[in-house]
């Protein structure tokens, strides 16, 4: 597995993919991406 952590604004959002799907993408930092969401399931935590 692979963790991807992409900034949109202030906020960070963290995504978790197979490390194939990382590969095949060639993900590297700094990398710019777009993020779309499917949630079958959100959570909410308070800081």
Do not use: F
Request: proline share 2%; glycine share 8%.
């Amino acid at each position: 597995m692979a963790e991807v952590v992409t900034a949109v604004g202030d906020v960070e959002l963290v995504a978790a993919m197979t490390r194939g799907s990382a590969e095949r993408l060639g993900l590297k930092k700094g990398d710019e991406v777009k993020a779309v969401l499917k949630a079958s399931e959100v959570l909410i935590d308070k800081p």
